[in-house]
């Protein structure tokens, strides 16, 4: 087997995994460990050479380890031999270096080799001398039992692959070896055995000696000067016949010796001839018991492997055989039946005498039940046993013989056709239809190709052929078992194609044509038997026709009629006999033979087997084209009789005349089979009026009617009105009115009433509900009042039993508990076919909801096995190809059952899948079949969670396609189901409710939030459907912000806003978070949510369209995290969100998701890959509240998921920077510069280096932003730059510090502390860039409790910043100026006291560079600034110029 790269690459991952487990010392699991690797090495083409040494060290380690389990060894030397087609130098290298001179080998070891040179016999025979001579030193040191048979197997095995090289040496792809050498070996080994081991062997080690005694006596048979020894030790052989478990092994190895003799043309000595032709004599005739076959049938290749020259003694082999077949007793005749059929596969039958042979096969066949009819009360199973071993034998023989081997078909052809007919040989009927099919097709075949016809003809010779006739009614009878597939039904029926001439030879063409049309159903399949009986009858008819010969039709009945003793009563034969039989009468035009025929049938009836199905299937099938004379020759039979006692008369005279209730019954087969147009004429009085005339005296006693519960009476009269009631169905004729239609449906409904409602053993209730069926098709059509009281009679007659267990406990045996379930399934089933009638035979929809109606009590029952029932009705009445009244509903009924597809029992589950599905193929829809029958069988799991996941797949296909207009009706239904179903159901409720609410809710979005509230607020655990719930609600709540609509129409439902809430123009938002709400009150009550940190207030910015994502990220923080499973679901159901077409969903879920990405438990849990994606794509988005929203999910990812922020880095990095972009709205800019520094902290200078220089110059220009929180997170950032400078940015980065530290400085005092405690912090990470770590002293000044003044700061960080860097300090006076104007007070302070430090502390070279009109201009106009605070600094700082420039005799 050729692997491909990746499973070459899998496989060899998994074997190294094996081979670490086998280095464990656990020997537990060693056993499938091996068991694997044989199939694994086995199975591939190339292995790793480090593999195959690996393997051949561990295989052999544990094969030679004394310590493990015996299975375990046997199976490392299994791998240790499999291994040697990948490198068997090295497999034979190991084992032979374990199989040393004068050294007791390890058993396994010995095996090994012997395993080696039976599957590798080209590799091994170069070792093959070796390995003998290391043998040879061996075996005096063996002494225990299993050793010696180790060393007898390899012996064995030695000595084929030598006698293979023998005789086969060319074919080896190295030079000739001398194997003689090799025989001189095996030559020693063997007589050692033989004189050291053999005379005191076990029964054990004889076996062992025995099984090597064939193969090595035949290797040495080539040698003419070991032949003589060889032969010698033949007579020891014969020795061990003694008992069925060697024998086999004993005549096994003398096959083997009689083949080498004559391989090489060896003439065995006479004496051992005869020797071994008694010996061989005694396994045929004298088998053990029981008999052994594979032994007799190798001694008998034995006898013909002894005796080339038989062919010439034929004739005499077959009378000795003859003077054997006397014997009775079952050795011998099982003897002689394989010695026939040796002969038989030889050619040694001859036509003179071999017909003896067959029929004696046959017969054999035949005795079976001759010798079991008067048995020995003693021993009658040990006979019965032995009987059927004879039977067995004899059918396998007619099995192999083939029929046109030589002489054969002159043996066979025409007495062959003996053994169609007799009942005896029935079980013989395929093999014996397949010889005779053999012979006529190959004589069929030499007509069209031999110039002279050698045509097989029927002759009469010695034996008594069987009629055209026969034939026929036989094989006919036969062919009805071909409908259930057996074989020998359809050999009956393939012969018939190939008899025509045979049977009649006007029935050639008819048959040319029918035939194949009559077989093409059966091919690969069985078929109805009904409709295979009515095809069978058809052909019968046909065929008469065709005939159209008196004399051969009435013979045909008679040969019928000599069948009928050939089978059982209730066999699919005789039911057929008996409708064959009254078909042939029916095509009979002998008038008077037909009458007779019939008189002949009703008064001795006994003759047909069972009387009632006999008589009234032949009379039925007769009246088909006589029902004058059926009518007529009956009604003359009843007024000769005159009934004179009641209907039990027969039972009193030995059932050998009719009852009233057969006559009954006929009555209704006679209505059933005649012809329509005459039958509606005849019907009231002729046969309805006998029928109820007859039932009204069976129910009489003396003259008076009584309460009769005869069961015979009931069934026999509900059969008769059934069938009564089909037949003028059938006729079709629609003004027809059948008067007596009440009048028999209230009979049957008498008759269901008087059934007990806590059993189920009688079939009446099945019966009468067939029967109501069938007359509630017929005109005067029923009311819709009647129809209600039918059903609900009978379905309250029926639901109500016992637990089907209850009912089978009543039931004494098995087949009593198999008739209970029988009648309780047919009962239902019926019931199910009667509503399903009296249904959709209505075209009034509103009729057809109150007949289904009558179930739903029943189909919410608290007891299953009612709703089980109710529920298999329901199937029943909405599957297969139903024509409902075009505007039937299925909103209603589907709320009502798709439910239950979640309920207790399978059978219930499967039910109302099929209904619901069933619902929508009455409206003409169709789904997606294949998809949903898949589904439906995966209800069968009693794992309530695949149950959901099913029905919640199933809601998703099909609730698509209910009517808009039907929705609220399947709401209405779906909100009563769960107040009242079982917990998996309620859920099932709430599943189907949110699927079909997402589906078609865009039109009914305040329907929407109204249903969804009934579903919480009436207190019901929302633990199933959270996820749904949520997701549903929470989608209301952003597709409708800021959307005005009308109210709910359910005035009748509870109201979602209480009192007082409610507004004058109703807010569909508000009913949404109103309900939502809810929804999480209820959650956290079972601890699938928390308190939110907003409080009420969450509701408040949910709702709002401006707050509505802060809202969302709020709500999300109040999920339950360690309710993971719930969460992850949440997500899965809202990830569409990302991709929705509404710009608000879209923005909802970027906000929920930001939040929750930030928990490790759900990132470990769920496959967040294409949320993070998708997160990606939303922070492109031109929506600045969604790409805030992606930016903070993206940063957030840092704390959930740091291994994602690496392998993803570039994407992330490329989408968050963008956002540093979006000046105008500065929430984005912010959460970029979070999400930045979140990210930042996770990666290495090298992973950020190619972004650094613009990460850092984005982040500068919001130093200074108005807003506090974008101020913070940059300096925030700025820190964190810092550490990833690396080599490359280092100087950059001190120039933008440079830059910066004017930033820094001022800040220090910014209106928010924690920006002040910042801009310290950047500061000591920052100064080290600038070489002035001396100033570290000055910023520890700022870790005071109390902060120092800012002048005073300045002033002490300007001192030593001078003694530092003057080029620095100078330029932090350049970059003052613009926080001159700066809008907050304390930062333009801080500015002119900064200014002032610098120009105190700057040299006179500095001082000179100053811009001296433009500080002074600014600080004059800072004077008039409206803080005094800024005015006294400017002051002071102008006053400090003044001075340094008096002093550098500047003028000013």
Known sequence: MTLSTEESIEMFGDINLTLGMLNKEDIVNKEDIYSHLTSVIQNTDILDDAIVQRLIYYASKDMRDNNMLREIRMLAGEVLVSLAAHDFNSVMYEVQSNFRILELPNEFVVLALAELATSYVSQSIPFMMMTLLTMQTMLRLAEDERMKGTFCIALEKFSKAIYKYVNHWRDFPYPRLDANRLSDKIFMLFRYIMEKWAPLASPMQTLSIVKDHGPTVSLLLHREDFRGYALGQVPWLLNQYKDKEIDFHVTQSLKQILTAAVLYDIGLPRSLRRSIFINLLQQICRAPEPPVKENEMEASSCFLILEPRLRDHIISIERTVKIVMGDLSTKVRNSVLLLIQTMCEKSYIEAREGWPLIDYVFSQFATLNRNLEKPVKTNFHENEKEEESVRETSLEVLKTLDPLVIGMPQVLWPRILTFVVPAEYTEALEPLFSIIRILIMAEEKKKHSAKESTALVISTGAVKLPSPQQLLARLLVISMPASLGELRGAGAIGLLKILPEIIHPKLVDLWKTRLPELLQPLEGKNISTVLWETMLLQLLKESLWKISDVAWTIQLTQDFKQQMGSYSNNSTEKKFLWKALGTTLACCQDSDFVNSQIKEFLTAPNQLGDQRQGITSILGYCAENHLDIVLKVFKTFQNQEKFFMNQCKSLFSGKKSLTKTDVMVIYGAVALHAPKKQLL????????????????????????????????????????????????????????????????????????????????????????????????????????????????????????????????????????????????????????????????????????????????????????????????????????????????????????????????????????????????????????????????????????????????????????????????????????????????????????????????????????????????????????????????????????????????????????????????????????????????????????????????????????????????????????????????????????????????????????????????????????????????????????????????????????????????????????????????????????????????????????????????????????????????????????????????????????????????????????????????????????????????????????????????????????????????????????????????????????????????????????????????????????????????????????????????????
């Open 681 to 1452: 004429s005849r019907l009231n009085q002729d046969i309805i009026s006998q029928v109820l005339f007859l039932h009204g005296q069976c129910s009489q006693v003396l003259g008076m009617s009584v309460m009769n519960k005869d069961m015979d009476l009931q069934m026999s009269f509900t059969r008769s009105i059934t069938e009564i009631g089909i037949a003028v169905q059938d006729a079709e004729d629609q003004g027809f009115q059948f008067s007596y239609k009440e009048m028999l449906i209230v009979y049957m409904l008498d008759f269901i009433r008087d059934e007990p409602l806590d059993s189920l053993a009688s079939p009446i209730r099945w019966k009468a509900l067939i029967a109501i069926r069938y007359l509630s098709k017929l005109k005067p059509q029923l009311s819709l009042q009647d129809h209600l009281n039918i059903l609900e009679e009978n379905i309250r007659r029926l639901l109500p039993l016992p637990p089907l267990e209850n009912l089978k406990s009543e039931g004494q045996t098995d087949k009593d508990k198999e008739h209970i379930q029988f009648l309780y399934e047919r009962s239902m089933d019926t019931l199910g076919k009667l509503l399903k009638t009296m249904m959709w035979d209505n075209v009034n929809a509103e009729d057809c909801q109150e007949m289904f109606n009558l179930l739903r009590m029943w189909l919410v029952s608290q007891k299953e096995w009612e709703r089980e029932r109710a529920f298999q009705i329901t199937a029943k009445v909405l599957t297969n190809d139903i024509e409902a009244p075009g505007n039937f509903k299925i909103g209603s009924l589907l709320g009502l059952l798709a439910p239950h597809s979640c309920d207790t029992l399978p059978t219930i589950r499967q039910a109302a899948a099929s209904s619901t599905i069933g619902l929508f193929y009455i409206k003409g829809i169709h789904l997606e079949v294949e998809r949903l029958q898949g589904l439906q069988e995966g209800l069968e799991s009693d794992d309530v969670q695949v149950q959901i996941k099913i029905s919640s797949k199933i809601a998703k296909i099909v609730s698509k396609f209910i009517p808009n207009e039907e929705i609220l009706m399947f709401l209405e239904e779906m909100l009563d189901g769960l107040e009242s179903l079982n917990p998996t159901c309620t859920k099932a409720c709430g599943i189907w409710m949110i699927t079909v609410l997402k589906q078609q809710g865009a039109d009914l979005e305040d329907q929407v939030a109204c249903a969804t509230y009934e579903v919480i607020s009436m207190g019901t655990s929302v633990t199933g459907l959270y996820p749904e719930l949520f997701t549903l609600l929470l989608k209301l709540v952003s597709c409708t912000l800021g959307q005005k609509m009308p109210t709910c129409p359910w005035s009748h439902r509870r109201h979602v806003m209480q009192q007082g809430e409610q507004q004058q123009i109703p807010d569909p938002c508000r009913l949404s978070t109103a309900t939502l709400k809810c929804l999480q009150a209820q959650a956290m009550r079972e601890g699938l949510a928390k308190e939110s940190d907003e409080g009420d207030n969450l509701w408040t910015l949910l709702s709002s369209p401006s707050t509505h994502h802060i809202g969302v990220c709020s709500l999300a923080r109040s999920m339950a995290v360690w309710q993971h499973g719930v969460i992850l679901d949440i997500m899965e159901q809202l990830l569409s969100s990302l991709t929705s077409s509404s710009e608000n969903y879209r923005i909802t879920g970027a906000a929920f998701f930001s939040e929750l990405m930030k928990e490790p438990i759900l990132w470990k849990h769920g496959n967040l890959r294409n949320l993070l994606i998708l997160m990606d794509q939303s922070a492109w988005d031109s929506n600045a509240t969604l790409r805030q929203m992606a930016i903070r999910g993206l940063g957030n990812t840092a704390s959930g998921a740091p291994h994602k922020v690496k392998k993803h880095k570039q994407l992330m990095l490329e989408s968050i920077i963008r956002g540093l972009y979006h000046l105008a709205r500065t929430e984005v800019v912010c959460e970029s510069l979070k999400a930045l520094k979140k990210i930042l902290e996770l990666l290495t200078d090298r992973d950020v280096s190619f972004y650094f220089k613009e990460i850092v110059l984005q982040t500068r220009t919001f130093f200074e932003d108005e807003q506090d929180d974008v101020r913070l997170t940059a300096i925030f950032l700025f820190e964190d730059l810092a550490p990833l400078t690396g080599r490359r940015w280092k100087i950059f980065f001190a120039e933008e510090i440079k830059k910066s530290l004017i930033s820094f400085l001022l800040h220090l005092w910014d209106p928010n502390p924690k920006i002040g405690v910042a801009c310290r912090d950047v500061l000591m990470v920052c100064i080290p860039f600038l070489g002035l770590q001396d100033l570290y002293g000055v910023l520890d000044r700022l870790l005071d409790q109390d902060l120092p003044r800012a002048r005073d700061f300045y002033s002490q960080f300007c001192v030593k910043l001078a003694k530092k860097n003057q080029e620095i300090l100078w330029i932090r006076h350049t970059h003052s100026f613009t926080f001159f104007t700066s809008t907050w007070e304390v930062i333009r302070s801080a500015a002119v006291k900064l200014t002032d430090a610098v120009v105190l502390n700057l040299t006179s070279q500095y001082v000179e560079l100053l811009d001296r009109d433009q500080l002074t201009t600014r600080l004059q106009a800072l004077r008039q600034d409206p803080c005094i605070s800024v005015q006294r600094a400017a002051e002071a700082a102008l006053q400090t110029l003044l001075r340094r420039c008096k002093e550098t005799s500047i003028p000013l």
